[in-house]
Structure formats: C-alpha cells, structure tokens
C-alpha cells in the first residue's frame, strides 16, 4: 500500500527520519499557512483520516496506561490530564480512560455564559487568544499532583511550554508528563525541554508512541507555497470512488481540490435520540471524572443500539454497509465512544471529525487529504462565522454516516441548504443525525462578600495629582518593604517561584543626562502628544458616551486619562469622573474594583484607559477578565479600550497608530503622580481588598508629573483644527485591529530563539519598560530611528546592553528581556552579557 506522504515527499523533497512506525502514522498534506507548507496528517488520531475507532482509541488509551505505569497508582489519583482544542480533545480523554483514576479537563474556543474562564493560552500561530480553560470546579487546576498535558504531535513544544510556565506560575507543581502520539522535535528543541525543566526545578517527562523528525530541504516553504496555489486553482470534480479514503484505489492521477459528484439523491436525515445520561458531561471542556466515565459506560450499549436501529437493517447476504461515524470539531469523545461501542457489535465502522483547519485536498493515493467537503460553521463561534471542512468523507464509499454534535451546534446553519447535513447527503446515501446535549456546569454559589469598600484613594494624601484628577481604587502599601533587585525579580518570575506583580522593582534614579533627554523629549513632542489626546477624546465622546466615566489602566494609563479629562473639560467643559484601577497580567483586573464602579456609575459608561499597546496581552487581558468578572454574576462593561498610541493594531479607539516616544515612558513613578506600579500578593491583599500600591513622597523633589501634564495641555489650543481633522477621519475608518504587532512579536520570538511571546516587548514605551524594570537582553531599533530613541540607547548604554539595528521593524524598537535568566547569565551587576 502506497504511503499517503509519498505525494509531497517526492513534490518537495520532505522526508520522515526516525522511528519505523512513523510511516504507518503520519501522512503528508499541503496547506496554505507563512510558516510551514506541510502539514503531518495522522493516521490514528480520528481528525481529518477516517479511521477504525478501536484504533483510534487504543493509540490514546495505551498511552494513559504508560502514564499510569510511569506514574504509580498513587501519583496518577492525584493527577489531571489537559488536552489541547480542539485536535487532542479526544485524544486526551482516551489518555485520561487508560490513566483510569484522574479527571480530564480540555482547552476550548467556545466561551461558555455563566462559565468563569480559569485561564487562557495563545497558540504560536494564532493572533487571537485560542484556548480557554473552563472547569466547573476552579480547584482542578489548583492542585499539586501531576499534570499531564495531551496534544497530538509535539514539534517545537512551544504551546505546551508556554502552558506550563502559565499554569505553574499559578500553581506550581513538581511534575508534568507531556503525552503525544509523535514526537517530532529537532536536536535544539529536545535541549530545550531539557533546560526549561531545570529552570522549572520541576521534573517533565515524555510519552509518544514514535520519535523522528521531519528532513526539510531549503526552499521548501516557497516551493510548497507554490505547489498549494497552483493546486488550489479549481477544476471539474471527478467521479465518485467506491474504496474509503484509508484505502485507496483507483488511477494514481491527482485532481486538485477534488470533491466527488454526487452518490444519491439528497433525502432528509434520519433523527436518533440517543439517550444520553443525565448530568454527564459531553466531553471534557468543563472536566469529565472517572465517575461521569463509568455511567457513559453504562449507556452506551443502549445508545448505540438506537442508532444501529436508525442505521435500518442490515441486509441478510453481501457486503455489510460501510457506516461514518462523524463527530464534530472539538466533540470528539462522544462520537468516538459511540462508533466504539458499534464496532464492538459488529458494524464496519469508521470515525473522524470536522475540522476548523483548511488543508488542500489533492486526488492521489499517495497524499493523505483525498477529499474536502466546505460547509458554514454552526456553532455561532465566539470568532464569528467561518467554513469548516470534513475530509476524506466524500468519495470514502460509505452507505452511511452519523453525524454526532452537541445541541449548541444543532443549529439552522447545520441545516441549510449549504450545511454539513446537505453536503453529507449528496455524497452519503444515508445521514443520521445525533445530537449530544450541551454539558451546562451549574453555577457556583456567590461567596458571601463585604459591601463596604472603601472610597478611591486621592492626592494629597495618595499620589501628587490634584484631587480632583483621579481617584485611585487601590489600597495604600506605602509602609510595606516591597521592592527587590531587578535582578532577584527576574529570577523569580522566569523560574516560576514569584508573579511580577507581588513585588516592585526599585524605582529608577535618572541621572542630570537622563532628565535632561526626558525634558527634550517632552518639548518636542507635547504638541504630538497633545492631538493625540485630542483625537482619542473626541472619539470617545463621538462613539462611547457622551459623558464617559474614564477608568484608566494604573499606571501607564492614569497620565493618559488625566489628559484625556483635561482635554474634555477645557474643550467641552465636562468634568468627567475619572479613576484608576490595576489589572495584572495572568490574574486580571481587581474584582473589586469593578464592583465599586458598578455601584457609583453605569458600567455602560465606562471606558478603559491605558497609555499604549504593545503585542495587546494587556488589551486581551481586559477582555478575558471582564468576560470571567460578568459569568460570575457581576457587572457587564464594555472590553473596547481607548489608547494614547496603538502600533500595535490592537484596538479600535486610539490617538494615533504611530510608535513615538511617550515622554511618560521614559520615567517611573515620578512622571505618574509618585504611585507604583500596582501589587498582587495573597498575604497583603485580600478577598475584599482592592489591589495595592505605594506612594513614593520621598521622591517628591524628582516630580515631574505635573510639568508633564501642563506641558502637554498647554498645547491644546494649537492641535485642536488637526484633531477636528483627524477625528473626521478615523469616525469613517476602517479601524478593525490586524493584531499585526502581535504576528511581529511571534516572529521575533522565533527568531531569536526566545519562544516566549512575553519576554518580547514590543515598541518605545515597553522597551523602556524593559530597560528600567527587566533584566533586558538585547534592544532591536528600526535602522535611522532617530530622536525617539535618544533615551532607550542612553539606558542601553548604562545598562551595558546592545542596541542591534534591524530593516523591516513593524515597531521604532523592540526590547527583549533574557529568555532564560539567571544571575549568572547575565552577571552579578544585572548588565546583559552580548551574546555570541
């Protein structure tokens, strides 16, 4: 039998080095994607190859018996397996049935009403925040026992590393075990896990089913390019075939794109009730334990006795009917236990699931995406409308198919004249449709909490703005010994022994050279900065709220809504309210916070404040924790952030999209009212309590928080035609955010071998972040950047760091804090080492 990788073996040159079974599991397939042409198309995982489900569930319950061996009883009772949304959902589940004594959570794009999000975690292609954590009970993640991470294939290790570092800053653990059919890393990524442990200081492990690695010949990213826009071009379908994608036959000609003429007439499908167990979960997006397992057991004889019945009866002589078992993006364990349970009773079965994933499809034995049926998506996704694709189900010579989704997809889309439905009956003589109802986790009971909170913080007494600019929902922490050496922080954070946000760094001393950069910066761009203000006003007040109350991100953002309060009152005379709160990255905004405001104003007029965008973690962060804040029974505000700059494209509201230098950048506290940056700490902060910060009043004599304001304001008058101007234009823009400086940061991150999109710091006011509060590595300057970066080279300069001019920088600068720090990596004075 031909191998289903010879087609892009022979086209590219791509070769599968290692383990002999590599063959018998993976084949080869083209998409279209800047990175990586080809694509590794497993034979066992029940994604886009129909498959006999015994094997498909074997490959993962096999692997949970190893983990269990690898684990003793003990461990694996205290363990919890993870899998990834949405190619390892069943898989993962199957590695939870033969570990057989921990529960199973899997990550998910769906956002579920009343669900409180426990965490989230970016994939490294993707621009938006792809998976969600969403347990029923908040303390499975919150344990101290193994956690096993489950993903189809492991290549670079990237995602799961990056989930690891996630979830252990959270919640440390001392061991992880990664579970993947194929194990596919390169020499340097194998080192990788091997360092990342140790500086974890915790034990990860690895469990595959085969090793090796992809061989790939230069050009072979353009070369595959080419390959999927020549084969994309549309042609005629060719006939239908009778073998099954899994077994091939016919010519060895390939046709691109190829979806098989129509087997029979179109007929309405047939509706199963299946049956389905009260209370247990359809899969495992909000956990699945050994006991929901053992009454599915229980149920499954008779559901899939149901179906068998809806399937019609089995003619008495000839070939038995050739039956699909299709499940449904990430609802993979469902349809997979079913399909199961019907091999068991003797029907020639096969199983796979509809994807989100675009592959090229070519008609060729040798390549392993046969066929592609396109069908609108009918779910109602959080990310909006969008295909969604079912391979090698066309022309797979199937006399019948199951299509199994869960009620949230049981939609009008499903049943269009252009949904799966429709596309499966012109193909499939026979469609049952079987529908698993939608888990809905019952909703925790509200703690009891105090209705007391305290009034915003205000200066004198808190900050050295005047009262009436901002009020400060913090607590004051100023009599608490918080700050540590840079150097000590940055070994705690990277080491996962301590979160950013539970100490402070000592706050930068800028010497006569560096004031006297801040003050040349200030009057040359205080009438930039001035319209700027101006246009992001105005199209506050134009589109959000005619009287917005402006809550600013503390402490980037509490200069910029002191400004944008300055503009709206000297322009529109309006004293609009203003205030401060905290949101740290990885635990949200303050809770209580949002209470307070929820119970002076309408949360409708609030709008979110902050000086700038980066890569946008902060701007998803907002998004995440106001979606969790409001699942919990609490206030609904909009996400929808107003920024002073946005060269990220990370929002819809700005001043500007230009990356210029901030002059509130280039100083800490003292170009912020003497405030800290915010703190987060369990011992000083608790369930009641806002968020802290320290007032820094023995600084008073470096303040320049109020030249810094009056500078700006001052400039009012002159900008006010070039805002008019401006706002005109943006009202009737386009301005949907391309989260293009997002992509740069992926791509910088690979570049230089950081693989950890938060050590990367996008633009001149996170690079003067990382030159004042990290242990900075390198910075990236945009070649002929001139007076913008006069102070990040000043503080390379004294930091002892190298400043490396690069061509084609989304960004003026890009500042890279250490990727693995340790005293010793970067000297005992905290200066980076220049790399070799």
Known sequence: MVWTGTWVAERLGVELIGDEALPDLLGLALRRNPRRAHLLVSNVLGKHVPQRPSVVREAGHGLGVRVRQLLGD?????????????????????????????PYLHSTRRPVEGVPTAGGFEESHSHATSHLLLPEDPKLLAGDGPLVLVDDEFSTGNTVLNTIRDLHERHPRERYVVVALVDMRGPEDRDRLTAFAAELGARVDLITLAAGTVALPDGVLAKGQELVARHETPTAPPPARPAAATEPAGPPTAAPNPVPGPRAPRRPPVRVELGWPAGVPD??????????????EAALPAMAARVTEALGPRPAAGRAPRVLVLGFEELMYAPLRLADELERTGTDVRYSTTTRSPVLAVDDPGY?????????????????????????????????????????????????????????AAHIPHVVLAVVPSYVPQ????????????????????????????????????????????????????????????????????DARYQELFHAALDAS???????????????????????????LARAGTPVGVLMR???????????????????????IDANALRWLAEHHDPADVVFVDGWTGKGAITRELADALRAHQEAGGAAFSPEIAVLADPGSCVRTYGTREDFLIPS??????????????????????????HGAKFYRELAGADVSGAFLDAVAARFDEVAAAVDADVKELLAADRTPTWEGWAAVERISTTYG??????????????????????????????????????????????????????????????LIHPQYTRGATGADGKAVVSQ
């Not at 199951?402 to 499966?424: C, I, Y």
């Not at 001035?530 to 009287?547: C, F, K």
């Not at 003292?670 to 405030?675: A, D, K, P, R, Y």
Request: a negative charge; charged letters at 25%; one cysteine or more.
């Open 566 to 588: 300055r503009w709206a009152r000297h322009r529109h005379g309006l004293d609009l309210p203003h205030y401060a709160v905290s949101i740290v990255r990885g635990r949200g």
């Open 74 to 102: 003990e461990e694996a009772a205290r363990a919890v397996v993870l899998g990834y949304a949405e190619t390892a959902t069943g898989l993962g589940h199957s590695v939870a049935d033969g570990l057989a004594l921990a």
């Open 368 to 424: 392993a995406i046969r066929t592609r049926l396109v069908f609108p998506a009918h779910d109602e996704p959080a990310d909006g409308p969008g295909d969604r694709y079912a391979y090698n189900v066309a022309g797979g010579g199937f006399d019948a198919v199951v299509a199994v989704v869960d009620s949230v997809a049981d939609t009008p889309e499903l049943h269009a004249p252009d949904g799966l439905l429709a596309q499966l």
């Open 754 to 815: 950081i693989h950890d999109v938060n050590l990367v710091k996008p633009g001149v006011g996170e690079t003067t972040r990382v030159l004042l509060r990290r242990v900075p590595w390198k910075i990236l300057a945009q070649r002929g950047a001139g007076a913008d970066l006069a102070h990040v080279r000043l503080l390379a300069e004294q930091r002892g760091v190298p400043v490396e001019e690069v061509d084609d920088l989304p960004y003026t600068c890009v500042g």
């Open 665 to 690: 950048a280039c100083l800490n506290s003292t170009v912020s009212g003497l405030i800290s940056r915010t703190v987060l700490r369990s011992d000083l902060v608790g369930p009641h309590d806002f």
């Open 443 to 510: 909703a925790p009971e509200a703690p009891e909490r105090s209705s007391m909170l305290p009034e915003p913080l205000r200066g004198p007494a808190f900050s050295s703005y005047a009262p009436e600019e901002v009020g400060w929902l913090l607590q004051d922490l100023s009599d608490v010994e918080l700050e540590a050496p840079t150097e000590e922080r940055e070994e705690a954070i990277q080491s996962g022994g301590a979160h950013y946000a539970e100490s402070l760094p000592v706050e930068y001393q800028p």
């Open 526 to 552: 205080a009438a930039r900065i001035a319209r700027a203000v101006g246009t992001v006003t105005e199209t506050v007040l134009a589109e959000r709220s005619p009287r917005p109350v402006l809550v600013s």
């Open 283 to 296: 899969g495992g997006r909000h956990g699945f334990d050994p006991d929901h397992r053992a009454r599915l």
